[in-house]
């Protein structure tokens, strides 16, 4: 039969995300589509990790990661959600965010369950269910709150339906799941004995003055909640790739164990430097983070308002949704070209986040940029005319 490649690399295909990253390279334009900080690394973590490298702690760590790692990833959720977790056999270390998403779910998902994902969602989801041979079950998000249907969910459900992928603060809409939402839901996960998998990398990003809950502390939640977050987005690290996990210690050991096939262990001395930022930094920085970004995201907004854009104005993460409708194109790409042509600014087509064809009249952008850079990309869009 000769050489081909796997039928799995049709859904590892370049993400448009990194797509638009490229084409935005190629022209020297100012890149608002893929979520990369451009901020400054806190020098406690710079010198944590530096300090690490000095003391030879340069080795394999634990499959599931530093002891002082897993402890200060303890205190910070303990701190935040008043619930106890062991150190020792509840909390994993993995390689971001995604590494503990992906190991969880090999841990935890068969070929063939179905899982239930909101949209517009995040594609990184849906390629790892799909790596892990899971199917995922779209239940749509209405703008402009990106309200959830307790009916449609339900409607969705079928007797194969093992779990629900919760990512709050959301990425792409900033949507905020609220206590009431978050009630609902868990309700539904009881009811069907679902596992719910939360993506909350944007905990501390959260603005007019709503508050992250997670979902963990709904009641009847702490034993079927699989927890991943991490470091890439509060301490600017997204090329560090640490992430972790926190659920009970009946599905963490398993859950650990695939993190050691996969990746063996997150980089030892990039463990101790989120170590260092961990123990030293405190409140003040992550409500100071929150009030920067809520700035940011207030002058792409009032930009976008400007040039006939009209936002999505988010609760959470650093992302915008924005109505491409006014800008020349058959679809969400050509409109996100054509932006890039005319205006230097690279976008995320809204086809990336949908099954359908019901985000060809969105874009997202992205806000985590240094102030004098969102500036210029701010003025550029208020000069668009569509």
């Known amino acids: 039969m000769g050489l081909y490649l796997s039928d799995r690399q049709e859904w ?9 990253s490229i084409e935005c390279e190629r022209v020297g334009g100012i890149n608002l589509a893929q979520g990369v900080c451009d901020l400054e690394v806190p020098g406690e973590v710079r010198q ?5 490298i000095e003391d030879g702690i340069n080795v394999y760590t634990r499959f599931d ?9 303890g205190r910070k959720y303990t701190a935040s959600t008043g619930i106890e977790v062991d150190p020792e056999s509840e909390v994993i270390a993995s390689s971001g965010t995604t590494g503990a998403f992906y190991c969880a779910a090999l841990a935890l998902l068969n070929p063939g369950d179905e899982v239930i994902v909101f949209e517009p969602y995040y594609s990184y989801h849906i390629s790892t269910l799909r790596a892990v041979g899971a199917l995922p079950v779209y239940v749509r998000m209405s703008p ?72 963990a502390v709904i009641e009847g939640m702490r034993e079927r909640t699989v927890t991943t977050s991490g470091f890439s987005k509060i301490f600017s690290i997204t090329g560090w790739r640490i992430g972790y996990c926190i659920c009970d210690r009946k599905w963490a050991r398993s859950i650990g164990f695939f993190n050691d096939l996969i990746y063996v262990c997150a980089p030892a001395p990039l463990q101790m430097g989120v170590v260092e930022g961990l123990n030293e930094l405190g409140t003040d920085y992550y409500e100071m983070v929150a009030r920067q970004y809520q700035c940011k995201r207030d002058l792409l907004c009032g930009a976008l308002h400007k040039a006939g854009l ?32 005319e205006t230097g600014i690279a976008c995320v087509p809204g086809k ?6 019901a985000g060809e009249s969105l874009a997202r952008f992205c806000f985590a940029k240094e102030d004098h850079i969102l500036e210029q990309a701010c003025l550029r869009i208020e000069r668009f005319h569509p």
């Open 310 to 341: 009209v936002p999505f104005v988010p609760k959470g993460a650093y992302y915008v949704l924005a109505d491409m409708s006014p800008v020349p194109g058959a679809d969400s790409k050509e409109k996100a070209m054509h932006f890039l042509k």
């Open 48 to 52: 944590g990790a530096h300090r690490a």
């Open 144 to 215: 402009p709150d990106w309200a959830v249907s307790e009916r449609e969910i339900e409607q969705a459900m079928t007797p194969r339906c093992r779990a629900l992928v919760l990512n709050t603060p959301a990425n792409p809409s900033g949507k905020v799941f609220s206590r009431a939402e978050l009630e609902m839901i868990a309700g539904l996960a009881r009811a069907h004995d679902l596992f719910v998998f939360t993506d909350e990398i944007y905990e501390d990003f959260v603005y007019d003055g709503i508050r992250h809950i997670p979902p």
């Open 65 to 73: 990661g530093l002891r002082e790692l897993r402890e200060a990833i």
């Open 12 to 20: 590892v295909a370049r993400s448009e995300i990194r797509n638009m």
């Open 352 to 357: 990336a986040f949908y099954h359908d064809d």
